[in-house]
């Protein structure tokens, strides 16, 4: 289906976004042969039909299905089949109606007012009104809510329903992500008005307008949506969406090999090495293009160890990101040098890239005040080695493996580093949202937009908010509000140019890489369309050929 606005990280979730200006994703030769089954005798495409189910792997279970609550990417996934926003970026990223038949954005850029469509109801049957939008923005912003999204909805100084399909908002100043922002997942008011959100049923059984409808949740093994018939822009040809979790992805291979799976993310391995048999090239096809996100090392910095950026800079100098992208990505990607992805408008290539230099690290950490005193092969100051553990979830091979090149680095110039690694969901409710780290390798997803004020404002560091290694900045605090307060494109590409500066001389993250995506999909599945968007913008459009179908329900 096409990419929502709301978006999910790869790790945690932003509220962003889906990324922007990536090379548009390309499918291997034989993906072509394996569509040509598709055509009749005469060459002609056949034409869809609907049946089928489709099983996808994934390493993580969801949290929580009422994507405001949600800060996993897993919930966000399946939240994005279930329901709509009133924009969405269409598959060359452009921003387009979705639950909105169209807008009207004012003069002075300060009020936009939004027509609805009149065709959408409820999965339960009830009809969409704009009742429902004015519900979920209030929802949003209710302190009561613990949603890490609420800052853009913030910005609006008015909401008004104008009549039962016509929305519009009022912002104080200008407000650059506004419109896009409006890719929020829009909530029932019939089914949520007076409750607590948090304690909601429909956090396990959700009730959306989109084109699946919430069937089973059985936690830790799959979660079902089926095709809702009477979706607006028309009947999904896939019967039946099955998400299976499974927290290994050498396991999910196998299930893949057996014909369990029919679509999964290849490790660059299993990409490169695993998948050029006679059976993959009949049975899949594979794609692959760079990923709308990027994988950091973060550093908590409330803890005194990692609190001087010289030392910051020392770690990222000592670590040597083209060696982890040869030998854990086997080259299916490139180094990271700041939050934005290569190939975006605002993307800007800072005058510090930390190229690996040891000897650099080693003088940084002296002038910080780290020697081996006392010759045990550990720099130490005060009294303390310098050693930290750093943790990542279970379930991402390539985290752990680029951890294990990391303690090396760092073993080489007098750091201990332990690793830890941790269920997915513990991870997230036990550590990350309580700060209870000292480093942690994570990623994110990159956006269309520039604005990545929910991760770096100083005033998004709370339990449970984005800003979960407590960076302080009053410059970047100024830069990330006037950039989002402009409609000038160049006005905000000098302002995030400069805050793409301070992050490279902080080091809060030291940021790793861009990897590549490396999806693998059953070759039974016709009208996969490679676009700027990724390969899922048109899921709804995809369809099984009756003779290749496999499952009934």
Known sequence: MKKKVLSALTGIVLF?????????????????????????????????????TIVVGSIGDASNLIPLLAS??????????????????????????????????SADGLTITFHLRRDVHWHDGSPFTADDVLFTY???????????????????????????????VTYAVPFAPALSSWGLAILP??????QDITKSPLSRQPVGTGPFCFSQWLGGEKIELVANHDYFEGRPYIDRYRYRIIPDTATMFLELKAGNLDWMGLTPIQYDRQTDGKKFAEQFNKYRYLSFSYTYLGYNLLNPLFQDKRVRQALSYAINKQEIIDGVLLGYGQVATGPYKPDTWFYHVPEKTYLYDPEKAKKLLQDAGWTDRDNDGLLDKDGRP???????????????????????????????????IIEWSAFINEFIDKK????????????????????????????????????????????????????????????????????????PYTFLYVPESLPIIASRFHGVE????????????????????????
């Open 189 to 194: 008011k019939h089914l949520l008005e007076g």
């Open 16 to 52: 962003v976004l889906i990324a922007a200006c990536g090379q548009t994703p390309e499918a291997e030769t034989k993906a072509k042969t394996a569509h040509s089954s598709a055509e009749t005798p005469a060459g002609k495409i056949a034409e869809p039909v609907y049946g089928d």
């Open 530 to 553: 490679p676009a700027p968007a990724g390969i899922s913008h048109n899921f709804i459009k995809w369809h099984v050929p009756q003779a290749l179908q496999k499952y009934t329900q």
């Open 72 to 105: 996993d990417s897993p919930s966000h996934q399946i939240a994005g089949y279930i329901y709509n926003g009133l924009v969405r970026y269409d598959k060359n990223l452009k921003l387009e109606g979705e639950l909105a038949e169209s807008w009207e954005i």
């Open 436 to 507: 209870k780290f000292e480093a942690v390798i994570l990623g994110w997803t990159t956006g269309q937009d520039p604005d990545i004020y929910d991760i770096w404002h100083s005033s998004k560091t709370d339990a449970k908010e984005l800003n979960f290694i407590s960076f302080t900045n009053p410059e970047v605090d100024l830069l990330l509000e006037k950039g989002r307060h402009t409609f000038d494109q160049q006005e905000r590409q000098q302002y995030y140019a400069r805050f793409q500066e301070i992050l490279a001389e902080e080091q």
């Open 138 to 168: 209030r929802t949003i912003i209710d302190p009561k809510t613990p949603t890490a999204y609420a800052g853009d909805f913030e910005q609006v100084k008015e909401a008004r329903v104008l009549d039962p399909y016509t929305f519009q």
């Open 386 to 420: 310098f050693s930290f553990t750093l943790m990542t979830n279970q379930g991402n091979a390539l985290r752990a493996q680029a951890a294990v090149i990391i303690q090396r680095r760092l073993q080489e110039i007098g750091i201990e580093m332990k690793i830890r």
